[in-house]
């Protein structure tokens, strides 16, 4: 959705690094949305997240009829374009000594930075930290815990905007049919890294760690031969796991308890 209203703005005449601005701005509303949902209406997360999700597909591929667009030819530079190319001339004509960092990298090198800081360092990481731990605990503490728990399903919204908007870019085009199956790339990702689903545990190296392992696996099982199909057999085992892992670990701690 992010990125399909992104490329729709931009071909409206707005410059198109406002309309990526504006692509993100939505991910975070619909974080808002899912926020709201879970601590006014009292849902529970995983039903309001899913329903969320399926009412938030069905409106971007409503809007374009499931068909993508080609968006602005600068719309395409945040994602293709890369910082400290060195070219220089040759016999054959311009010869790239040095293909540059990639934007993209550049932004989740970022990224990373920030929310590490985010966690580790703020009141708003160490809030979230309590509330997945113990929910009850973190209220009688005196945290105040649906105002953090909207914070968090915001910076989501926003993560999802921002991901949303350099797929578009990267492709130039709108992709109303993005991100499918994203999700479970995300989960396993986190999960794979060290974060456990019992909450109140992991970090965002560990989540880093956990996406290139996903990334090798995928990546390796195509150079294999493989098809999408097999990959999708041997993520999800992998997922599964790493989730038993986590299991067997915390039994002891659930015995002392």
Known sequence: LAGTAAVMIANSGVPSWIAMLLGVTIGALCGLGNGLLITRLRLPPFIATLGSMMILRGLVLTITNANSSPAPDDFGNLANNTL??????????????????????????????????????????????AIGSNEEAARLSGIKVNRYKIYTYVICGFLAGVVGVLLASRMVTSQPNGGIGYEM??????????????????????????????????????????????????????VILAVAVDQIRNRPKRRKV
């Open 84 to 129: 400290f190319k060195v070219t220089q001339p040759g016999d054959d004509g311009i010869i790239t000594v040095f293909p540059g960092i990639s934007y993209i990298v550049i932004i989740m090198i970022l990224m990373v930075v920030v929310f590490w800081f985010l966690l580790q360092l703020t009141r708003v990481g160490r809030y979230a930290y």
């Open 185 to 238: 790339n995300a989960i396993a990702s986190s999960v794979i890294g060290g974060t456990s689903l019992m909450g109140g545990v992991g970090t965002v190296g560990g989540t880093v760690i956990g996406s290139f392992i996903i990334g090798v696996l995928s990546t390796g099982l195509t150079m294999m031969g493989a098809n999408y199909f097999a990959q999708q057999i041997v993520i999800g085992s992998v």
